[in-house]
């Protein structure tokens, strides 16, 4: 059964910086792409950034880019988000999601296979 387990999220201030990790179970780790998403109250659920199965590759959102980081640990079954000067917009319940075939280059929710609980992030001016 895969498992896909988000945690590192809490409550900062505009400009902070939070690291969040989704661990993964039941699945061969290094073969699947990942991602995260984040969705904010009473909006859609928005693409954030991907990484490959192997780590070269990545893709970010434009409201992201230069900010937050991600990057995998593949000997830990891991996937990090590393968020930098936090903006209040960045609020949000984060969710780590994996995607299964060839192509790892999505950011469309439907895309992905399997979905975390989710973490919150509050970040105030």
């Known amino acids: 059964q895969v498992q896909l387990v988000e945690s590192g999220g809490g409550s900062v201030q505009a400009g902070d910086s939070l690291r969040l990790s989704c661990a993964a179970s039941g699945l061969t780790f290094s073969r699947v792409h990942m991602g995260w998403f984040r969705q904010a109250p009473g909006k859609e659920r928005d693409f954030v950034a991907a990484?490959?199965?192997?780590?070269?590759?990545?893709l970010y959102a434009d409201s992201v880019t230069g900010r937050f980081t991600i990057s995998r640990d593949n000997a830990k079954n891991t996937v990090y988000l590393e968020m930098n000067s936090l903006e209040p917009e960045d609020t949000a319940i984060y969710y780590c999601a994996l995607r299964l075939g060839i192509i790892f280059r999505s950011s469309r929710v439907r895309d992905y296979d399997n979905w975390g609980q989710g973490t919150q992030v509050t970040v105030s001016s």
């Open positions: 990484i490959s199965a192997n780590g070269v590759s990545t």
